[in-house]
């Protein structure tokens, strides 16, 4: 048997494997060091050889544990029965299981896809040069059916690295297949070496053949040429798609039926937003520890599906860049918002819509239990109520203020597909119901499948095994009534089977066709003939019954199989009403309103809030500013470009991220928090924040913020908006200054795009471009204290008030005092010598410490800082990070 499972597992080397023993799947060798240890089971030995196992009927929550801990599982059945023939038992793989592929319910997350990523470079055609080579990306999700490819526009490797980032933080996959050569590139290899918890396998080049991989296509989806999904003749990113299809197939190990051909993802049809800037707006993630808690999404979403939930993480990441797009989205919010008794009824019939998509997959994986086809029948229903909801005349037209004309828009109505695949769809529902029992077994070797009056064969067997039974209470009575014995029953053990049972006392009365079986303390077991007769009759219908009802399940799953594609329609189109409902519901909780969206390069937001940052403030207390401002070509003195200035902690950073998070909920079709908003279409959205540390990226401050700065003076066009706040706070002042002016002038005159610009230097103030304004957040002094209204005003600010927030920081008062008399001193010393061009030396500038003569020493600082750390206070986080900003400063 060990030779055995030595040939299995030299198959399956990158697998943990779980052989089947009997009632357990064993793990030998490594394998079981390993396991034992991720899942805490005690390690046992065969042989001298390391060995655990776990009991069959709970493996799938140890196989969700181990994917957790980014592991691939070979599941490894025995094929024969045992004892059935001669020699060892017939085994082999019969899946695998990774976490890019898994179904299982234990280990997905319902609120987001769980992709598969494929990754190659190619050059467009054979014949072209390898320096024309582009980045190929497809993805899968093989618990929802969804399936992708696209072929990135030529770039160079650092464009690349820069749009395969994106990709991954925008699909967050837990497995992805990588070309080997691609690994090779430094940027590239980086970009994927910092998606935590990735699993990564490598593929020679030569399995990437896009001409090879556009046959096995098109013959698996039956079709002569790919042209009709979408795709040119061999395009590269189909050797990325091929890759994705082997894969599932090999672990897998099933047919996946519904799996749709691939599609073409045309990424110009969405605003484009980088990595750093998703991160940086908080969309899905917030920056302090990755979660979904004070995110965009946390506040918007009030979707009732998982699909749904789904979708909105989708529609999120990816507003619309086009108009016509955005604007039947809002159409649709606005009939929902409008009509709020619709809304809530809509919304509590999406209730029952179950995982559709998932329940789906399921059925086509032939993965399915009785429990998931009542489910996927409950949702068709609910789908179709929902359906009928939407249709319904509106809630007491005659008596609305705003009477509502004619049905929903056409981004909620059915159309005809839609309409088609709920009728299929509704039969296989009429006949899930009619077929399977409430609150059925999940296992198909119990019986306790199918409904009375389904199967008229099952109907016969099972009264005739009541019959038996009634046949086998009548025979007891008439013993009990023969021996004399009161207490006499018949009981049930899988051992022995039916028996009777009389207890000490009366062994007696014991007659002699009954025969001993087993003797307890307390008694005696018998069975009789008759018994025995009896208890076969039962047990042959029992079998028969349960032979039958697995058979008829079957037959009803493969029914439900053959309409995967109408209920992933239903599915997908329900999704999307979810998520508008979410976005009409979100609009009445928290009163937002409807964006106007523009043409013209635009934007202008009356009292807009910042969503997150509102969500969590005591009610009313957040104080909304608006902003106009207008890159139309044909207006070269219409302001374009806001440079806020203003102290630490005025409110800038949230003003810049609620300017851009408005735009972006726009242009993904929600209302807006602002009282009014108008938003000329956006390409792209640029979110930097300068002085941010990227330890894992193992880069300079600074670097990396001239990395980012570099991409949106090479990228960002007329039609974006660029958000930069505090850049070039890495390096000493002077430089930082410099290039903040350089990168203003270069956005101002040459991109000419909506900029908002945030910055502590105040000597930028000074520009003077048509397109410019200076704004700021207004502050009140008051004797020694400063409030800080966060209310932007159209004037530069009047001071960095650094001091100020020394001191609400709780520096000392000695320190405090001390720092004042610097600063007038520094002050006055400026102002002697405003014009004189000052040499950019590196630590030149008085907040990088270079200390006049009799200041303190940095270290001297550093000590007074860290006596006003209130430790108690401080989370492991901050303290982590007040320590590195620490240890930079007596380094400079
Ligand atoms: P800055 O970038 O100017 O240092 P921030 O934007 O980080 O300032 O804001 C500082 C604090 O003020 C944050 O804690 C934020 O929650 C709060 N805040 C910012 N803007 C507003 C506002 N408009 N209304 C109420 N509170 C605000
Ligand atoms: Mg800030």
């Given at each position: 048997?060990?030779?055995?499972?030595?040939?299995?597992?030299?198959?399956?080397?990158?697998?943990?494997?779980?052989?089947?023993?009997?009632?357990?799947?064993?793990?030998?060798?490594?394998?079981?060091?390993?396991?034992?240890?991720?899942?805490?089971?005690?390690?046992?030995?065969?042989?001298?050889?390391?060995?655990?196992?776990?009991?069959?009927?709970?493996?799938?929550?140890?196989?969700?544990?181990?994917?957790?801990?980014?592991?691939?599982?070979?599941?490894?059945?025995?094929?024969?029965?045992?004892?059935?023939?001669?020699?060892?038992?017939?085994?082999?793989?019969?899946?695998?299981?990774?976490?890019?592929?898994?179904?299982?319910?234990?280990?997905?997350?319902?609120?987001?896809?769980?992709?598969?990523?494929?990754?190659?470079?190619?050059?467009?055609?054979?014949?072209?040069?390898?320096?024309?080579?582009?980045?190929?990306?497809?993805?899968?999700?093989?618990?929802?059916?969804?399936?992708?490819?696209?072929?990135?526009?030529?770039?160079?490797?650092?464009?690349?690295?820069?749009?395969?980032?994106?990709?991954?933080?925008?699909?967050?996959?837990?497995?992805?297949?990588?070309?080997?050569?691609?690994?090779?590139?430094?940027?590239?290899?980086?970009?994927?070496?910092?998606?935590?918890?990735?699993?990564?396998?490598?593929?020679?080049?030569?399995?990437?053949?896009?001409?090879?991989?556009?046959?096995?296509?098109?013959?698996?989806?039956?079709?002569?040429?790919?042209?009709?999904?979408?795709?040119?003749?061999?395009?590269?990113?189909?050797?990325?798609?091929?890759?994705?299809?082997?894969?599932?197939?090999?672990?897998?190990?099933?047919?996946?039926?519904?799996?749709?051909?691939?599609?073409?993802?045309?990424?110009?049809?969405?605003?484009?937003?980088?990595?750093?800037?998703?991160?940086?707006?908080?969309?899905?993630?917030?920056?302090?520890?990755?979660?979904?808690?004070?995110?965009?999404?946390?506040?918007?979403?009030?979707?009732?599906?998982?699909?749904?939930?789904?979708?909105?993480?989708?529609?999120?990441?990816?507003?619309?860049?086009?108009?016509?797009?955005?604007?039947?989205?809002?159409?649709?919010?606005?009939?929902?918002?409008?009509?709020?008794?619709?809304?809530?009824?809509?919304?509590?019939?999406?209730?029952?819509?179950?995982?559709?998509?998932?329940?789906?997959?399921?059925?086509?994986?032939?993965?399915?239990?009785?429990?998931?086809?009542?489910?996927?029948?409950?949702?068709?229903?609910?789908?179709?109520?929902?359906?009928?909801?939407?249709?319904?005349?509106?809630?007491?037209?005659?008596?609305?203020?705003?009477?509502?004309?004619?049905?929903?828009?056409?981004?909620?109505?059915?159309?005809?597909?839609?309409?088609?695949?709920?009728?299929?769809?509704?039969?296989?529902?009429?006949?899930?119901?009619?077929?399977?029992?409430?609150?059925?077994?999940?296992?198909?070797?119990?019986?306790?499948?199918?409904?009375?009056?389904?199967?008229?064969?099952?109907?016969?067997?099972?009264?005739?095994?009541?019959?038996?039974?009634?046949?086998?209470?009548?025979?007891?009575?008439?013993?009990?009534?023969?021996?004399?014995?009161?207490?006499?029953?018949?009981?049930?053990?899988?051992?022995?089977?039916?028996?009777?049972?009389?207890?000490?006392?009366?062994?007696?009365?014991?007659?002699?066709?009954?025969?001993?079986?087993?003797?307890?303390?307390?008694?005696?077991?018998?069975?009789?003939?008759?018994?025995?007769?009896?208890?076969?009759?039962?047990?042959?219908?029992?079998?028969?019954?349960?032979?039958?009802?697995?058979?008829?399940?079957?037959?009803?799953?493969?029914?439900?199989?053959?309409?995967?594609?109408?209920?992933?329609?239903?599915?997908?189109?329900?999704?999307?009403?979810?998520?508008?409902?979410?976005?009409?519901?979100?609009?009445?909780?928290?009163?937002?309103?409807?964006?106007?969206?523009?043409?013209?390069?635009?934007?202008?937001?009356?009292?807009?809030?910042?969503?997150?940052?509102?969500?969590?403030?005591?009610?009313?207390?957040?104080?909304?500013?608006?902003?106009?401002?207008?890159?139309?070509?044909?207006?070269?003195?219409?302001?374009?470009?806001?440079?806020?200035?203003?102290?630490?902690?005025?409110?800038?950073?949230?003003?810049?991220?609620?300017?851009?998070?408005?735009?972006?909920?726009?242009?993904?079709?929600?209302?807006?928090?602002?009282?009014?908003?108008?938003?000329?279409?956006?390409?792209?959205?640029?979110?930097?924040?300068?002085?941010?540390?990227?330890?894992?990226?193992?880069?300079?401050?600074?670097?990396?913020?001239?990395?980012?700065?570099?991409?949106?003076?090479?990228?960002?066009?007329?039609?974006?908006?660029?958000?930069?706040?505090?850049?070039?706070?890495?390096t000493s002042t002077?430089?930082?200054?410099?290039?903040?002016?350089?990168?203003?002038?270069?956005?101002?005159?040459?991109?000419?795009?909506?900029?908002?610009?945030?910055?502590?230097?105040?000597?930028?103030?000074?520009?003077?471009?048509?397109?410019?304004?200076?704004?700021?957040?207004?502050?009140?002094?008051?004797?020694?204290?400063?409030?800080?209204?966060?209310?932007?005003?159209?004037?530069?600010?009047?001071?960095?008030?650094g001091i100020?927030?020394a001191?609400?920081?709780?520096l000392p008062?000695a320190v405090l005092?001390r720092a004042?008399?610097i600063q007038?001193?520094l002050?006055?010393?400026?102002?002697?010598?405003?014009?004189?061009?000052?040499?950019?030396k590196r630590g030149a500038g008085p907040e990088a410490g270079a200390a006049p003569e009799g200041l303190f020493s940095p270290g001297d600082l550093v000590l007074a800082e860290l006596s006003s750390i209130?430790?108690?206070?401080?989370?492991?986080?901050?303290?982590?990070?007040r320590l590195s900003a620490l240890k930079k400063r007596l380094r400079s």
């Amino acid at each position: 048997m060990m030779d055995q499972y030595r040939a299995i597992k030299a198959r399956h080397r990158d697998a943990i494997l779980f052989f089947r023993l009997g009632d357990f799947y064993e793990m030998f060798f490594e394998d079981a060091i390993e396991a034992s240890s991720l899942l805490d089971l005690t390690l046992t030995h065969r042989q001298g050889e390391p060995m655990c196992g776990v009991p069959y009927h709970a493996a799938r929550s140890y196989i969700a544990r181990l994917l957790r801990h980014g592991r691939k599982i070979a599941v490894c059945e025995q094929l024969s029965e045992p004892g059935a023939g001669k020699g060892i038992v017939d085994r082999d793989v019969v899946e695998v299981v990774t976490p890019g592929t898994t179904v299982e319910e234990d280990f997905l997350d319902q609120s987001s896809n769980n992709y598969l990523v494929a990754a190659c470079r190619l050059p467009v055609s054979r014949l072209a040069e390898r320096s024309s080579a582009r980045l190929c990306i497809a993805y899968l999700d093989v618990s929802t059916g969804e399936f992708r490819a696209f072929a990135r526009p030529e770039e160079d490797s650092a464009g690349q690295a820069q749009a395969l980032r994106a990709e991954l933080y925008r699909l967050s996959p837990r497995e992805m297949l990588v070309q080997q050569s691609l690994l090779e590139d430094k940027a590239i290899a980086d970009a994927i070496g910092e998606l935590e918890g990735l699993v990564v396998g490598k593929y020679p080049d030569w399995s990437f053949d896009p001409s090879a991989a556009s046959k096995d296509i098109a013959r698996r989806f039956g079709v002569d040429s790919l042209k009709g999904f979408g795709f040119d003749e061999a395009a590269p990113e189909m050797a990325a798609a091929g890759a994705l299809l082997r894969y599932v197939d090999e672990t897998a190990r099933s047919g996946l039926p519904h799996l749709a051909p691939p599609l073409p993802y045309r990424d110009d049809e969405y605003v484009a937003i980088d990595e750093g800037s998703r991160r940086n707006l908080e969309i899905v993630r917030n920056l302090s520890d990755s979660g979904r808690a004070f995110s965009l999404i946390a506040v918007l979403d009030y979707t009732k599906t998982a699909p749904g939930a789904r979708l909105l993480r989708n529609w999120l990441l990816q507003p619309l860049r086009s108009r016509e797009g955005a604007e039947a989205r809002l159409d649709a919010v606005d009939f929902l918002y409008r009509d709020q008794r619709l809304l809530a009824s809509l919304r509590e019939s999406l209730g029952s819509v179950r995982d559709i998509e998932r329940l789906a997959s399921r059925v086509a994986m032939d993965k399915a239990h009785a429990k998931d086809l009542l489910a996927a029948a409950e949702s068709i229903r609910a789908c179709a109520r929902c359906g009928s909801i939407l249709q319904a005349p509106p809630a007491g037209a005659s008596r609305q203020i705003e009477p509502r004309t004619g049905g929903p828009p056409p981004s909620l109505a059915p159309g005809e597909d839609e309409l088609e695949a709920l009728a299929r769809a509704s039969e296989v529902a009429a006949l899930v119901e009619s077929a399977i029992k409430d609150e059925p077994s999940v296992l198909l070797t119990e019986g306790d499948l199918i409904r009375e009056g389904y199967d008229e064969e099952l109907d016969r067997l099972r009264s005739l095994k009541a019959g038996s039974r009634e046949v086998l209470d009548a025979y007891i009575e008439e013993e009990k009534a023969a021996t004399r014995i009161p207490t006499l029953r018949v009981r049930f053990n899988r051992i022995i089977g039916y028996y009777l049972e009389v207890s000490k006392g009366k062994l007696d009365a014991v007659p002699s066709h009954f025969i001993r079986r087993q003797s307890l303390v307390a008694g005696e077991r018998y069975t009789t003939a008759r018994l025995t007769e009896l208890e076969s009759e039962i047990n042959g219908a029992t079998e028969r019954i349960v032979d039958l009802e697995r058979r008829l399940f079957l037959d009803v799953r493969d029914k439900v199989k053959a309409e995967v594609a109408s209920m992933l329609a239903l599915g997908r189109a329900w999704a999307a009403r979810d998520c508008l409902a979410s976005f009409a519901w979100a609009a009445t909780a928290r009163g937002y309103s409807r964006p106007r969206l523009a043409d013209e390069p635009v934007l202008r937001i009356a009292e807009g809030r910042h969503p997150v940052v509102e969500a969590h403030l005591p009610d009313r207390s957040f104080v909304p500013n608006g902003i106009a401002l207008d890159s139309s070509a044909g207006r070269p003195d219409a302001p374009a470009f806001a440079l806020i200035t203003g102290p630490n902690m005025a409110g800038k950073s949230t003003f810049l991220r609620q300017t851009a998070l408005i735009a972006l909920m726009a242009q993904a079709g929600s209302f807006v928090p602002a009282l009014d908003a108008e938003i000329g279409m956006i390409d792209k959205i640029y979110c930097r924040v300068g002085a941010q540390d990227n330890l894992a990226r193992g880069e300079s401050t600074f670097l990396v913020e001239m990395h980012e700065t570099a991409f949106i003076l090479n990228t960002a066009t007329e039609r974006s908006l660029v958000v930069m706040d505090e850049v070039g706070r890495g390096t000493s002042t002077i430089d930082g200054l410099a290039i903040a002016w350089a990168v203003s002038e270069n956005i101002l005159d040459s991109i000419r795009c909506r900029t908002l610009f945030a910055t502590h230097y105040h000597e930028l103030t000074a520009i003077g471009h048509p397109r410019l304004r200076n704004f700021s957040l207004a502050v009140l002094e008051e004797a020694d204290e400063v409030v800080f209204l966060k209310r932007l005003e159209e004037k530069p600010a009047e001071g960095s008030y650094g001091i100020h927030v020394a001191k609400l920081a709780g520096l000392p008062p000695a320190v405090l005092q001390r720092a004042r008399a610097i600063q007038s001193g520094l002050e006055a010393k400026e102002l002697s010598q405003p014009a004189a061009p000052r040499e950019p030396k590196r630590g030149a500038g008085p907040e990088a410490g270079a200390a006049p003569e009799g200041l303190f020493s940095p270290g001297d600082l550093v000590l007074a800082e860290l006596s006003s750390i209130d430790t108690d206070r401080l989370t492991p986080l901050e303290a982590l990070k007040r320590l590195s900003a620490l240890k930079k400063r007596l380094r400079s």
